[in-house]
């Protein structure tokens, strides 16, 4: 069995393996000048020369983006943690909408995005289709995220040279003095650069953010997701009026996008009317997908332009026949007997016979008061014949792609559906717009959205929205810091304590809200969440270094599991370990006495990871674990009942179910 790392990977040890594995001649070593130890490095001269085409000589001057502790951010981006997610179920919502539910697919995080991005690196690394964030604007305040690298006013100023010899300032402006562009893009470099790795391949982000700091920003997105995959920086109008500004009214943001890989990702979806799509198919292969009815026969189409087999008889439930207008019918009175147009009179329907025959289940007879068709020989007819257009068939084969300048998502509509919902939350984003932007990036199917700034929620609302209107089973994952909320606002006077309490709340009434609307509709509608909530790691520090700190001061084994920490804390910092979805199905079961956890993930039809975190473990529990032929089985180091059960636990598994990956903690 192999002991569990429980942290978090260290991104600088992966870097320079890769680094390692591509330029081997570049590896070096050097001296810790704050230690003496010799420690690793890379020959930055030698690795400028492999990919440079040209001799490099020494240091040259190159066009680049920096600002005082850019290394620190890169640091920290990389540097890992041992922290954990531990369940909150009694704040959590099930997918039906059960206060205490716990079978959604939808997370909410509690917690320091950084920690908490950090933290979802194993488990969701190239799984999120889009990202949307609306992070703090930059307009000349301290930030809630106090990283390890923010300074204060004065030491910032004493580094960066503001001070003459006499030790006056040299700036008096401090709403526009760089500390707060310092402050602003060493919180959103390590957050993005973060960020990156959990998109998919074809994966988008979406960062709402106004005048103060779009230049900035654009840089350092370029520098992290390449400026090969910027999609452009669209202008999205926030209100229809403002009095403020001494110069221009401000009334618009902007909305800047980059994908992972440009090259795998699709055009954006735009200019369709999906509310025409208002059909949805009851049976067959394509049961449940919208359509819409479209006629067959349109009076514009040319007859002779090559139509030759596109006049044709299409027989009617009652045994009638119809046909476009002409003066030219078949010489068969028969379902699909066609004849070729002798003028511009001779009317045609859009498919030609063969595409008729093929595709009838596609083609809807409907009968009225009157019709543009006619019966046989011309005769009049009441009935018409209409084809099924698919939604996404014409999402895949469109072409039309968004304007730049959004102009239906202002703010205003956010402050109204917070009223509605009686949630107490200034500068909302309206849910609308992430709906749309989740629209337009082509979210399907198994999808994951993530916030990692999320505020009042509005995601959550839009992508249970999306789920409700579309039928799209696409999934969120949200963070917050918990807040606090001042005691002057209105939110605090409704008993909100912090901002979590806010957006938990907003996605329950919205939920609610969105499944009395959709009743029976939508059986299948998640308008659940569970709760996670960043901490320490369940761990104590034996379990980290156990050569340090192995017995206490009277000579007992220490335990390396905190006192205060459950089974499914535990069982959830193994699943971030592990990497395993974190919105996984977990059943609880009772075997030969022991409590066990059984993880499906949504994809997985077997038991992926099945725990047992409880004390005096027998052979008969872990012979039924290894039954179960788990990927992953996963114990307590000193859970077992007897030296026998450890002793015979390998060969156990090894009967069983040999491939099983054997862990404790």
């Known amino acids: 069995m192999d002991m569990m790392k429980m942290h978090t990977t260290n991104q600088a040890d992966i870097n320079f393996k890769k680094?390692?594995?591509?330029?081997?001649?570049?590896?070096?070593?050097?001296?810790?000048?704050?230690?003496?130890?010799?420690?690793?490095?890379?020959?930055?001269?030698?690795?400028?020369?492999?990919?440079?085409?040209?001799?490099?000589?020494?240091?040259?001057?190159?066009?680049?983006?920096?600002?005082?502790?850019?290394?620190?951010?890169?640091?920290?981006?990389?540097?890992?943690i041992a922290a954990t997610l531990r369940p909150v179920r009694e704040e959590s919502v099930g997918k039906d909408g059960t206060p205490g539910g716990w079978d959604s697919q939808n997370l909410y995080i509690e917690g320091d995005n950084l920690d908490v991005l950090k933290l979802l690196q194993e488990t969701y690394l190239g799984k999120v289709k889009m990202i949307y964030i609306d992070p703090p604007y930059n307009t000349g305040n301290d930030f809630v995220y106090e990283d390890d690298f923010a300074e204060n006013t004065e030491e910032y100023l004493c580094r960066s040279g503001q001070f003459d010899d006499l030790g006056n300032r040299l700036e008096q402006n401090t709403e526009r003095n760089g500390r707060f562009h310092t402050n602003w893009l060493n919180m959103m470099y390590s957050r993005l650069k973060l960020a990156k790795n959990l998109l998919t391949d074809d994966g988008v982000i979406f960062i709402s953010i106004d005048d103060n700091e779009v230049d900035d920003l654009k840089k350092i997105c370029s520098e992290i997701y390449g400026e090969s995959n910027f999609l452009g920086c669209a202008g999205r109008i926030t209100k229809k009026a403002n009095n403020q500004g001494d110069y221009w009214a401000p009334n618009f943001d902007y909305l800047l996008t980059y994908a992972r890989n440009k090259l795998l990702c699709p055009p954006f979806l735009g200019g369709m009317n999906e509310k025409s799509y208002n059909q949805i198919e009851q049976d067959g292969p394509r049961k449940g997908e919208k359509y819409q009815l479209v006629r067959l026969y349109m009076s514009n189409l040319d007859p002779m332009r090559g139509c030759t087999n596109q006049r044709y008889y299409i027989e009617c439930p009652d045994g009638s026949f119809i046909i476009p207008p002409g003066e030219t019918y078949p010489n068969e009175i028969k379902d699909g007997a066609f004849v070729a147009p002798q003028s511009g009179k001779d009317k045609i329907w859009r498919w030609?016979?063969?595409?008729?025959?093929?595709?009838?289940?596609?083609?809807?007879?409907?009968?009225?008061?009157?019709?543009?068709?006619?019966?046989?020989?011309?005769?009049?007819?009441?009935?018409?014949?209409?084809?099924?257009?698919?939604?996404?068939?014409?999402?895949?084969?469109?072409?039309?792609?968004?304007?730049?300048?959004?102009?239906?998502?202002?703010?205003?509509?956010?402050?109204?559906?917070?009223?509605?919902?009686?949630?107490?939350?200034?500068?909302?984003?309206?849910?609308?717009?992430?709906?749309?932007?989740?629209?337009?990036?082509?979210?399907?199917?198994?999808?994951?959205?993530?916030?990692?700034?999320s505020g009042s929620a509005s995601t959550a609302d839009s992508v249970m929205q999306l789920q409700f209107e579309k039928g799209i089973k696409c999934h969120y994952i949200l963070v917050q810091i918990p807040e606090k909320c001042?005691?002057?606002?209105?939110?605090?006077?409704?008993?909100?304590?912090?901002?979590?309490?806010?957006?938990?709340?907003?996605?329950?009434?919205?939920?609610?809200?969105?499944?009395?609307?959709?009743?029976?509709?939508?059986?299948?509608?998640?308008?659940?969440?569970?709760?996670?909530?960043?901490?320490?790691?369940?761990?104590?520090?034996?379990?980290?270094?156990?050569?340090?700190?192995?017995?206490?001061?009277?000579?007992?084994?220490?335990?390396?599991?905190?006192?205060?920490?459950?089974?499914?804390?535990?069982?959830?910092?193994?699943?971030?370990?592990?990497?395993?979805?974190?919105?996984?199905?977990?059943?609880?079961?009772?075997?030969?006495?022991?409590?066990?956890?059984i993880v499906k993930p949504a994809d997985v039809d077997a038991a992926y990871l099945v725990v047992c975190f409880d004390e005096g473990v027998t052979a008969e529990t872990v012979t039924e674990i290894a039954k179960m032929k788990p990927y992953y089985a996963v114990f307590r180091d000193s859970g077992m009942a007897s030296d026998s059960v450890v002793t015979n636990f390998d060969q156990i598994f090894r009967t069983y179910s040999p491939q099983t990956e054997r862990k404790v903690l």
């Not at 230690?35 to 020369?49: N, Y």
């Not at 029976?520 to 569970?530: C, N, S």
Request: some cysteine.
């Open 19 to 80: 680094l390692a594995a591509l330029f081997p001649n570049a590896i070096t070593e050097s001296i810790d000048p704050a230690t003496g130890e010799v420690v690793r490095a890379i020959d930055k001269d030698v690795l400028m020369q492999e990919i440079s085409t040209r001799v490099v000589e020494g240091r040259e001057e190159r066009y680049q983006f920096t600002w005082p502790d850019k290394k620190k951010a890169v640091l920290t981006a990389n540097a890992p």
């Open 352 to 453: 030609s016979y063969q595409s008729y025959l093929e595709k009838r289940d596609q083609i809807v007879l409907k009968q009225g008061r009157s019709s543009n068709v006619v019966g046989v020989n011309g005769a009049e007819t009441t009935w018409n014949a209409y084809t099924k257009t698919y939604l996404k068939d014409v999402i895949n084969k469109s072409t039309a792609t968004p304007n730049s300048f959004i102009e239906d998502h202002i703010n205003q509509n956010a402050t109204h559906e917070l009223s509605k919902l009686k949630i107490p939350f200034p500068f909302a984003k309206p849910s609308s717009l992430m709906k749309y932007l989740a629209e337009i990036c082509r979210i399907e199917d198994g999808d994951i959205i993530l916030d990692f700034f």
């Open 486 to 597: 001042s005691e002057d606002s209105d939110a605090y006077k409704e008993g909100f304590k912090n901002i979590c309490e806010i957006g938990k709340e907003r996605i329950r009434r919205a939920g609610k809200k969105i499944k009395e609307e959709a009743g029976l509709t939508a059986p299948d509608l998640d308008i659940g969440f569970r709760v996670l909530r960043l901490d320490s790691s369940n761990m104590e520090d034996v379990y980290y270094n156990p050569d340090e700190l192995s017995r206490d001061l009277l000579g007992r084994t220490v335990d390396n599991i905190k006192l205060d920490r459950t089974s499914e804390d535990l069982l959830f910092q193994v699943m971030l370990d592990l990497g395993v979805d974190l919105s996984s199905a977990i059943e609880e079961r009772i075997i030969a006495g022991k409590k066990v956890f």
